[in-house]
């Protein structure tokens, strides 16, 4: 599948800082979502991005989802310890069902 | 209501053996999907299925991977021969409708090292 540039690939942050990570990708997508994946679980949907432009809520995550479709971000405000994980960002390139993922951003929160 | 299932969640083989990985899908999801997760990478596509129809193989690394859903609920991923290159977690995912941009549910995994 298409490659999707997720970075940063790791951050170590203290409680109660913001966060953000982002997604870029060489071919245009129609959708971009967001997941988060805890050790032993499979990828939970936090945030899903439908149109150019979009921009969408989730409590304290906020992503969008870029103009030229072809990239996007998270930020996550007021980071708690449970907001550790890995997180990943996918899309739906314009045919296909798969979903294309990055490589994950590890973040870590120190109470 | 139940998620996605999938068992056993951990397999050990020995190089060459043949294995079988069981994926249960919320009931009622018409599309499932099978992804292959290296360790320190995102999921990578498989497969995926339309009831009990296998739509999309291309993400199927060798012939030696086969994956079947004959009464469009419960689905089986098969390797044979396994090799140390497989040693993955396989995940899988069902989503309600037939439609590409449909949420994706995932199950929590098998994780299968090859010796």
């Known amino acids: 599948g298409q490659q999707l540039n997720q970075s940063p690939q790791s951050m170590f942050i203290q409680e109660g800082e913001d966060v953000s990570m982002n997604c870029t990708s060489s071919?245009?997508?129609?959708?971009w979502l967001w997941y988060k994946q805890d050790p032993g679980e499979g990828p939970v949907l936090l945030i899903a991005l439908y149109k150019a432009g979009e921009l969408t809520s989730n409590g304290r995550l906020t992503a969008q989802f870029g103009i030229t479709r072809k990239d996007s971000f998270l930020n996550i405000s007021a980071s708690i310890p449970s907001d550790v994980g890995i997180y990943f960002c996918a899309g739906h390139p314009n045919s296909g069902y798969a979903l294309n993922f990055g490589k994950g951003t590890s973040l870590l929160v120190t109470p | 209501g139940a998620g996605v299932s999938q068992s056993p969640r951990y397999k050990v083989a020995k190089r060459g053996q043949d294995v079988a990985l069981r994926c249960d899908p919320i009931s009622g999801h018409v599309s499932l999907f099978w992804y292959q997760q290296a360790l320190g990478q995102g999921p990578e596509f498989l497969t995926y299925f339309q009831n009990e129809a296998q739509l999309d193989k291309s993400g199927l690394p060798s012939d030696r991977f086969f994956a079947e859903r004959p009464e469009g609920s419960v689905s089986t991923l098969k390797i044979q021969r396994t090799q140390q290159e497989d040693s993955a977690v396989y995940l899988c995912?069902?989503?309600?409708?037939?439609?590409?941009?449909?949420?994706?549910?995932f199950g929590p995994g098998t994780r299968l090292t090859v010796l």
């Open positions: 995912a069902s989503s309600l409708a037939g439609t590409p941009t449909d949420t994706q549910y």
């Open positions: 071919s245009i997508f129609n959708t």
